[in-house]
């Protein structure tokens, strides 16, 4: 079965240092892939989405996140956290629908 | 231009009631999608509609169901609500052939 799987479930980091989120996919053909961020009690943003092409993507919010078929992973990444950065961070892909990973929460502190 | 708009934001209901949810897409995007975001189960893929057909359902009862107007505004209704129907109920929209799917802010369903 199609899938995604983000193996930490949360994250803290210090404001102004790096941010590195895992997302491992399993599926046969190239995935549509996405990552999507959530403030509390919100909808979901779009972050950065690959679908072909170059495999390291730029996204929002100076998110980028690197498509790697070998490793069968999407990883998302940020060079310098912000406090507004602390939400809950899914990946997910696209077949029939949308799956999404389990999700990573991101506490930033001070 | 107008998000995708999700009414109402919040829901208090009853166990055995029924609850309709609304959601008004982007202007142009005629798919619209159904999410349930549950703290145990994630989020789950409820159905889809396109052109007023339901184009794929995921793995709920078939006490969830949905509908599409002719202008792409959707609904869902969930009837005989149990409790653990609490849950941020979100709904997704895109233009065909676009995978780029925009979310609403969901509508908080709290079953007592």
């Known amino acids: 079965a199609q899938s995604v799987t983000q193996p930490d479930i949360h994250i803290t980091v210090s404001e102004g240092a790096s941010l590195e989120l895992r997302c491992n996919y399993s599926y046969g053909a190239t995935p549509y892939l996405f990552w999507y961020v959530q403030s509390p009690g919100q909808g979901l943003q779009l972050l950065l989405k690959?679908?072909?092409?170059?495999?390291l993507v730029q996204g929002i919010k100076g998110f980028e996140a690197e498509f790697k078929r070998s490793q069968s992973s999407f990883n998302l990444r940020k060079p310098s956290v912000h406090w507004s950065d602390a939400a809950e961070y899914f990946c997910?892909?696209?077949?029939?629908?949308?799956?999404f990973g389990a999700g990573t929460t991101v506490t930033v502190r001070a | 231009k107008a998000g995708v708009t999700q009414t109402p934001r919040y829901l208090i209901k009853t166990r055995g009631q029924q609850v309709t949810l609304s959601c008004s897409p982007i202007s142009g995007h005629r798919s619209v999608s159904w999410y349930q975001q549950t703290p145990g189960q994630g989020l789950q893929f409820l159905f889809e509609y396109f052109s007023e057909t339901q184009r794929n359902k995921g793995n709920f009862p078939g006490r969830f169901s949905g509908r599409q107007f002719s202008n792409s505004r959707s609904e869902m209704n969930v009837s005989t609500l149990e409790l653990g129907d609490s849950a941020l109920y979100l709904c997704?929209?895109?233009?065909?052939?676009?995978?780029?799917?925009?979310f609403g802010s969901g509508t908080r369903l709290t079953v007592v």
């Open positions: 997704a929209s895109r233009r065909e052939g676009n995978y780029g799917y925009t």
């Open positions: 997910a892909h696209t077949g029939v629908e949308l799956s």
């Open positions: 690959y679908f072909s092409g170059d495999t």
